[in-house]
């Protein structure tokens, strides 16, 4: 069974430092890697998808990869601001077999 | 384009009430939806998904239940509601079996069972 694990719980940061949240799976079997962000009390939304065969994927100032070998993935953050202050979620999206992590809660520092 | 809307966003009920919730997808034909439910803190876990009208597969079993009357309509209900089904409800669905275009979510509902 695949578990999704997200380290560390919480991170804070200075406004405009670079940075990466990490994402680990025990099968790397990974079928679709999904990075979601998820502001307080609302839902998800989708950030990047990285599907079965492609290995990284970027939009704006965020880049994701998907390392299969070694059952990991990492979301980059460049220039963080305040606005990124989310909690960030990655997950095995496989359709009824989907596993998510418990998340990264990101604060990002004025 | 395509949205998916569910309701209510908050719902505060007594332990033994009914329950029902509602997803609603636009923009699309025959998707594949989804019910998860977030406990505080935590990631998510998948209740319920489908794959067509009266298609309906449980991955826990518990007090609730799904129903797809329609192609773009999926329920969450529950006849006695309990303390520990309170929770924050997410719908989500994808195009799809294999659910390449990725999900996409609703906005989620916050139950409370008191």
């Known amino acids: 069974k695949q578990e999704v694990t997200q380290i560390p719980a919480a991170l804070s940061v200075p406004e405009g430092e670079n940075l990466v949240l990490n994402c680990s799976f025990t099968?790397?079997?990974?079928?679709?890697l999904q990075w979601f962000r998820q502001d307080p009390g609302k839902g998800l939304t989708s950030l990047l998808l990285?599907?079965?065969?492609?290995r990284e994927q970027t939009s704006g100032r965020l880049n994701a990869s998907l390392d299969k070998s070694s059952g990991r993935s990492t979301l980059y953050i460049a220039a963080s601001q305040p606005g990124d202050s989310a909690t960030y979620l990655c997950a095995d999206m496989n359709a009824g077999k989907s596993t998510f992590g418990d998340g990264t809660t990101l604060t990002v520092k004025p | 384009s395509q949205t998916i809307h569910q309701w209510p966003a908050t719902l505060v009920q007594p332990v033994g009430s009914p329950l029902s919730l509602e997803c609603t997808v636009e923009?699309?034909?025959?998707?594949?939806l989804y019910w998860y439910r977030q406990a505080a803190g935590r990631g998510l876990q998948l209740l319920f998904y489908?794959?067509?009208?009266?298609?309906i597969s449980s991955e826990v079993p518990q007090n609730l239940s799904a129903s797809r009357p329609q192609d773009r309509q999926f329920i969450l209900s529950s006849k006695k509601l309990l303390l520990s089904d309170s929770g924050f409800y997410l719908c989500?669905?994808?195009?799809?079996?294999?659910?390449?275009?990725?999900?996409?979510f609703g906005s989620g509902t916050r139950l409370t069972v008191v």
């Open positions: 989500a669905w994808t195009r799809g079996l294999t659910g390449d275009y990725g999900y996409t």
């Open positions: 099968d790397s079997a990974i079928y679709n």
């Open positions: 923009g699309t034909s025959n998707p594949n």
């Open positions: 990285i599907q079965s065969s492609q």
């Open positions: 489908s794959v067509g009208i009266g298609q």
